[in-house]
Nanobody
Framework: QVQLVESGGGLVQPGGSLRLSCAAS????????MGWYRQVPGKERDMLAT???????NYADAVKGRFTISRDNIKKTMYLQMNSLKPEDTAVYSC?????????????????WGRGTQVTVSS
């Protein structure tokens, strides 16, 4: 079973920075796409950034220019560098990995989630 473990969350002042890490239990090359999401209690989980196995990245408008997603295939770890943090960035941040698989003749996707790490932006 694939395991994803996030770390790096915490309390930071507005305007500050944090780097989140997502350590995977197996090679990142086995995933077609990985991403970072966040959720505030009572609201839906929002996609923040994704990175494909080929390196293509995609960002939500809310974080474009402030957050950077990256991956280190040797360390089997994905990162989210977060700069210019705002109070509205406060949430539980989770990482996600998706693998496209073929079972018999049917294509499907296996999706894995970490448990999340709390980020609080407050003075």
């Amino acid at each position: 079973q694939v395991q994803l473990v996030e770390s790096g969350g915490g309390l930071v002042q507005p305007g500050g920075s944090l780097r989140l890490s997502c350590a995977a239990s197996e090679t990142l090359f086995s995933f077609n796409v990985m991403g970072w999401y966040r959720q505030v209690p009572g609201k839906e989980r929002d996609m923040l950034a994704t990175i494909e196995s080929g390196g293509n990245t995609n960002y939500a408008d809310a974080v474009k220019g402030r957050f950077t997603i990256s991956r280190d295939n040797i360390k089997k770890t994905m990162y989210l560098q977060m700069n210019s943090l705002k109070p509205e960035d406060t949430a539980v941040y989770s990482c996600n990995a998706v693998r496209v698989v073929k079972r018999n003749t049917i294509w499907s996707t296996d999706t894995y989630w970490g448990r999340g790490t709390q980020v609080t932006v407050s003075s």
